[in-house]
């Protein structure tokens, strides 16, 4: 399989192929091609697409290494499975895939003897690795036979570490199960599709040496593990000292050090005073000048190095020139045919893709491409978030604006949105002229409340949105927030993508004509109003007589509540009426509560309530001056809608009390459990089949009006509820069932992450729940184990009958984790 672009390798494969990219002096694809010869399989067929010609010239026949080769050309993109249907006619026997952009010297003869002796139709080659995340997980029965798939994972579906290596032995047979003329994977679709028709399909688990080799660090790891020996692959040249190999021609003079491990190409002249340190890789002809320091890099052919230059940690590409003091920092990568002028300096992680120039004297801090440098990890648990101004700067987020915008259509149009603060303002200003730059008009909502921006999206011709706020709890750190068409936050396969596009630095930028413009649309707080007063029960809510407290925090939803609860005849005690950022940035959810609840006991109301600033937390205070934790408030709105509603349907995160089921099961309704995400949570409001969902942090969905978190329009529901029910809150909080659910962290290394997801399935011996992360379920209640996405840690829930029977829980899990992590 030699057909991919290994895009988030540029700038090295923006004119070459990811196969035949060197590693050691020789493409991957040919060790690839070496290895199979070692396992006596000579005839190969070589499926190409990018840059095909480079290949095909290379390679020839396979004469030169001795297998017969022929080619498959990729028209269009086919994928895995479509692409080895589409060489069928030169596979009428059994056959074995293999990637030819990967390093490895796994045992093929043990897969292929493996799927020999179960008589399997498909056996996939499998290794563990310590981040699992951008490969497809599969987990084996005792007997090697598949129990199941799961294709690029989030940490909390990380059930194993054991991976899909693109290594497959298959029979002819298989083609009967791959459609033709259309794209087709093994992983998403062949091989899940013989799975539940019950074929024979095995894993074999390796123990050899594997690496995807998807990613600029990947790709200089994997000349350190060769020089280090921890792959079996053949070095070319001679070995002359103790790692050190030299090739033909080679000219090192006398005066020049060589450190090994280290290799040069043939006909690499070294000339006086230059340094060679550990695990520099020359290519061939390079030529390096007296007193130059070459150290960690690697250096492609026909390169030439100047005097005194430095170069640590970098890739440079084919017949590129560094000039004489030219440094360049460590994750710096050149492309090929690049000038890099006299005392010129490349900082870390800059890329400078083929063709360019560095002029001499130039300090340059970010990547030649769109004069853009990229960042290794975007999106967090609730979108882009940073230090305003240190992390988060107008120049990341107009180039995040174009990554997300070059995902949409040139002309469509995204709304925007942003609190009341200085940093919000100046970010929504650079986002907007990124989406502008890219053909992306903006409707701008100026300062608005996040659910009025959501309904904006949804309602108008927005094909997206994006919002800027101060982060809750942190005043110093914004947090953007990024929104489908639908108004709901963008599932993380989005993220993903957007982050690829970021990372790549291939971003769309338009002729002046096509620039996008900036609207101001008028009434969207009207809409919002009108859309929610239709969807409450008003008239019972109006007969109710209502009195409230209600405090806004000083958020901006004090724009938009006083419209909604005068046309629903509330009388409203209001606290803190209006936007103001220093009070929004000292926003406490718990010393608000504390202010509101004798407020609600001296005025005689039914209900009080702490709006978060943003729009979308709730803090409910019920009638005898009670601050409900986010738990009663979900367990208060069960019970209402159950006494009120038949056979309610609500979506809840998997980490949610088991007593919500069991209020919901009473009354004929049914809980849909979803990751611990948001955009899961909003995803599954937007089904058509959920009534209610609510988080574990005090924000509450009404997918019958805007399936994401708003907290107007819980407060308007929960109104609903009292005056239909004709129940107090206190008497509905007095009933609930008392909750002893508990959580903890315990500390996990990133690489051993997967290795304790994977240990607490394999020892489990009671049921388990794989919604979000690993819940096992026990008799006296459960325990939930999620890795976070953002630091090493991995979360713990326990629920049990008792606050000692949920810690007992916890600690007994807590000492599995921490024991697995030791070793």
């Excluded at 995340?133 to 090697?144: A, P, Q, S």
């Excluded at 940035?585 to 005689?604: I, N, Q």
Aim: proline share 5%; net charge negative; glycine share 10%.
């Amino acid at each position: 399989m030699a057909g991919g672009e290994g895009t988030r390798l540029r700038p090295l494969t923006s004119n070459a192929p990811k196969p035949m990219l060197p590693i050691v002096n020789r493409p991957m694809m040919e060790h690839i091609v070496r290895l199979l010869r070692q396992h006596g399989i000579d005839e190969v067929v070589v499926t190409v697409a990018f840059l095909a010609n480079a290949i095909r010239t290379y390679f020839g026949d396979g004469s030169e290494f001795g297998v017969r080769l022929v080619y498959a050309t990729e028209e269009v993109p086919l994928g895995t499975a479509g692409s080895v249907r589409n060489a069928m006619d030169e596979l009428d026997e059994r056959f074995l895939v293999i990637s030819g952009d990967v390093l490895t010297d796994i045992d093929l003869g043990q897969v292929i003897e493996l799927h020999e002796r179960k008589g399997a139709l498909a056996t996939i080659g499998l290794t563990p690795v310590e981040n699992p995340l951008e490969f497809g997980i599969v987990i084996t029965r005792e007997d090697g036979s598949i129990d199941r798939f799961l294709e690029k994972p989030s940490w909390g579906q990380v059930f194993s570490d054991t991976i899909n290596t693109g290594i497959f032995v298959l029979e002819p047979e298989i083609f009967d199960h791959i459609a033709p003329d259309r794209p087709v994977d093994f992983s998403s679709e062949v091989f899940p599709a013989l799975l539940e028709a019950g074929k024979p399909i095995y894993g074999c688990v390796t123990d050899g040496y594997w690496e995807d080799v998807g990613t600029l660090e990947a790709y200089v790891r994997a000349h350190y593990d060769v020089l280090d020996g921890k792959v079996r692959v053949e070095v070319p040249g001679f070995q002359v000292d103790e790692g050190v190999w030299v090739g033909e021609g080679v000219e090192v003079d006398p005066a020049a050090r060589v450190e090994g491990p280290a290799v040069l190409g043939d006909y690499c002249r070294v000339e006086a005073g230059a340094h060679l340190r550990p695990y520099a890789v020359l290519g061939s002809n390079v030529i390096v000048n007296g007193d130059a320091d070459v150290e960690r890099s690697v250096v492609h052919d026909n390169v030439y190095i100047g005097s005194s230059a430095s170069i640590r940690g970098t890739v440079v590409g084919r017949g590129t020139e560094l000039r004489g003091g030219a440094r360049t920092d460590d994750g710096v990568v050149i492309g090929d045919e690049c000038f890099v002028g006299e005392q010129a300096s490349l900082a870390q992680g800059v890329k400078v893709y083929p063709f360019k120039t560095v002029e001499a004297g130039a300090t340059v801090n970010s990547s030649l491409v769109w004069e853009s440098k990229g960042a290794r990890n975007l999106f967090g648990r609730d979108g882009v978030a940073g230090l305003a101004n240190v992390d988060i700067t107008p120049e990341l987020v107009t180039r995040v604006a174009m990554a997300y915008a070059t995902t949409l259509k040139k002309g469509t149009t995204v709304t925007t949105s942003r609190d009341s603060s200085r940093s919000a303002r100046m970010l929504k200003r650079a986002i907007m002229a990124g989406l502008n730059a890219s053909g992306i008009n903006v409707d701008d909502l100026e300062v608005a409340p996040l659910p009025v921006t959501r309904f904006q999206v949804r309602s108008q011709r927005s094909q997206g949105g994006i919002t800027v706020r101060l982060k809750p709890g942190d005043p110093k750190s914004v947090v953007i927030r990024f929104m489908d068409a639908d108004g709901i936050d963008l599932p993380e396969a989005t993220q993903r993508k957007i982050e690829r596009q970021f990372h790549r630095e291939d971003f769309r930028r338009v002729v002046p004509s096509d620039i996008g413009d900036i609207g101001f649309p008028p009434r969207s707080i009207e809409h919002y109003t009108a859309a929610l007063v239709s969807s409450i029960d008003t008239d019972a809510v109006r007969a109710a007589g209502f009195k409230a407290v209600v405090d806004y925090a000083y958020g901006t939803t004090a724009f938009v509540m006083p419209n909604v609860l005068s046309k629903l005849g509330v009388d409203v005690l209001a606290v803190n009426p209006y936007a103001s950022t220093p009070g929004a940035m000292a926003f406490d959810a718990g010393r608000h509560a504390e202010g509101v609840a004798p407020l609600v006991k001296s005025s005689g109301a039914v209900l009080g309530a702490v709006i978060g600033p943003h729009g979308e937390h709730v803090t409910f205070i019920d009638d005898a001056g009670r601050a409900l934790t986010p738990t009663q408030a979900m367990l208060a709105f069960l019970a209402l809608l159950g006494r009120t509603r038949e056979g309610v349907n609500v979506a809840l995160p998997v980490n949610a009390t088991a007593h919500a089921e069991r209020l919901v099961a009473e009354v004929g309704g049914k809980v849909t459990w979803t990751k611990l995400t948001t955009s899961a949570l909003m995803d599954a409001a937007c089904s058509g089949t959920v009534d209610f969902a609510a988080s574990d942090h005090g924000a509450f969905i009404v997918p019958a009006f805007l399936p994401a978190f708003d907290a107007i329009a819980a407060f308007s529901l929960m109104l609903e509820l009292l005056a239909t029910s004709g129940l107090p809150l206190s008497q509905v909080v007095d009933g609930l069932p008392e909750v002893h659910l508990l959580h903890r962290t315990v500390v996990t290394p990133w690489d051993q992450k997967g290795l304790v997801m994977r240990s607490l399935v394999e020892r489990a011996d009671r049921e388990l729940v794989l919604v979000d992360g690993v819940k096992v379920v026990h008799d006296d209640g459960w325990v939930l184990a999620v890795p976070d996405p953002e630091d090493p840690v991995t979360h713990l829930w326990s629920e049990s009958d008792t606050d000692a029977g949920a810690e007992r829980l916890a600690d007994e899990y807590a000492r599995r984790i921490e024991q697995l992590v030791r070793g």
